[in-house]
């Protein structure tokens, strides 16, 4: 394993959010970027496992003042960003007492490893304009005009054609789907999957696959080597890589653990308690250690998932979303399913992109504000300032109360008494008062 990364090289060579990473040659001294604070410590890691050598990157946050056995916080980031996107909680979470671990997904690792196509005139126009694939790719995927094509303009079709090819084409093979010809299609079904609006089974499974698969190992590894486990078979000799860190000066409680996530990471966290499992398939990413764990999920994508499956998830969930992101809508479909707690809390004037810290720094918005189609699609960070404290304090709260011995019940009480959250609720949300809190969101 290889320890003690420098911070500037962890995100040279992590998947951060390049839109930010291009924009500030000195990498973390980017103006506004919290990843660490005067209490708390951040350390990087990668570690190389299995025959084949793969790599697995990540981050640890820390407390040094506290002492004893500690719970333990497993992050997930959203798509195309790294393990430093929600720097602020992971800071906050840290000065509360917890232990933060959060992996740095390669989502774009093997999507570009075509030689023919990373030397085409389109990508190389792609990376002049936008800085990156994972740029550009992020500017369109994640959009909130669900069904509209007119507002996907100036897309290169080749370049994403080829990226999603595969899945683009298993697609097409399932009965009912044979119109799923390119990517403004794909991208059409599949921003419907993130709200849990699609039923069919096997399509489920070909963007389940597509989306998560990677991911899912990632973060049941990244598990293996912080509680010492071998789940995955990953890690046969159990190394501990929070023990090495640290040089034995931090113990986790093992009962103690909950999950946190972002964007496609709570989507990702959703994956693992068994969403998206298929069993007549004999499809599962479902892990054990992650059943009945407390999570927070910050504007979670809901799906590619089984509607059936909802049911039998029993974690106590603190969801969170803003009001101008239409995944918001998955929220409101797949949270009166479930069986744990419910607590659902949506920010006012609020997009997808007010609670990313690496976009929602100074020089990020300032990139996100000058850019029309991006805000239209995707919010902008205008709301990130009044409702980064509010995000942090209700997660702590939550956490506190589910992972530590504090009764306290006021997080749905403070919510609903603060200017800045227009919807909160401890109960399954009825469709008919969504509707009505939010009527441009038919579900």
Not at 88 to 107: C, E, F, K, P, V
Not at 158 to 175: C, E, Q, R
Not at 394 to 402: C, M
Request: hydrophobic fraction near 35%; include cysteine.
């Amino acid at each position: 394993m290889k320890r003690g990364m420098t911070r500037r090289d962890f995100i040279r060579v992590s998947g951060l959010t390049g839109l930010i990473t291009s924009a500030s040659v000195s990498g973390l001294s980017c103006p506004g970027f919290p990843v660490s604070d005067s209490n708390a410590s951040a350390e990087f890691f990668e570690i190389t496992y299995g025959p084949s050598g793969k790599k697995l990157r990540g981050g640890l946050w820390y407390n040094p003042d506290f002492s004893g056995e500690r719970p333990l916080i497993i992050s997930s980031h959203g798509f195309g960003a790294s393990a430093v996107d929600l720097s602020s909680l992971h800071n906050s979470l840290a000065n509360d007492g917890y232990i933060i671990l959060a992996s740095d997904y390669r989502d774009f690792i093997n999507l570009s490893s075509s030689e023919e196509l990373r030397n085409s005139h389109d990508y190389k126009e792609i990376e002049n304009n936008f800085g990156s694939l994972e740029n550009y790719v992020n500017y369109v995927l994640f959009t909130q005009q669900e069904g509209k094509k007119e507002s996907l303009i100036n897309l290169h079709i080749d370049v994403l054609n080829s990226l999603f090819f595969d899945t683009i084409n298993k697609i097409k093979a399932v009965p009912g789907y044979e119109d799923i010809d390119n990517f403004l299609d794909f991208y059409i079904l599949l921003n419907r999957s993130f709200m849990c609006g699609v039923k069919n089974e096997r399509v489920i499974s070909i963007l389940g696959e597509a989306m998560y698969g990677t991911r899912v190992n990632d973060t049941s590894t990244l598990a293996d080597f912080s509680l010492g486990d071998n789940f995955t078979g990953n890690n046969p000799d159990g190394v501990n890589i929070i023990d090495e860190m640290s040089h034995g000066k931090i113990n986790i409680n093992p009962e103690s653990i909950g999950g946190l996530g972002y964007s496609l990471g709570g989507g990702t966290m959703l994956q693992l308690i068994g969403a998206g499992d298929i069993p007549e398939r004999e499809i599962t990413y479902k892990d054990p250690r992650f059943e009945g764990i407390p999570m927070v999920l910050i504007a979670p994508t809901s799906g590619p998932s089984y509607y059936e499956n909802f049911p039998g998830i029993r974690n106590d969930i603190l969801w969170m979303g803003g009001d101008e992101d239409n995944l918001i809508k998955g929220i409101a479909r797949t949270q009166p399913l479930t069986n744990g707690s419910k607590e659902t809390i949506f920010f006012w004037n609020s997009g997808h992109l007010a609670f990313s810290d690496t976009i929602c720094s100074r020089v990020g918005s300032l990139i996100v504000n000058n850019s029309p189609l991006t805000e239209q699609l995707w919010g902008n960070c205008e709301s990130y300032e009044s409702i980064v404290q509010d995000k942090n304090k209700y997660a702590s709260l939550f956490f506190k109360r589910s992972l530590g011995k504090e009764k306290q019940t006021e997080l749905i009480d403070e919510a609903e008494s603060n200017p800045n959250v227009r919807f909160a609720t401890d109960l399954p949300i009825d469709e008919a008062e969504f509707e009505e809190a939010f009527p441009g969101y038919k579900l």
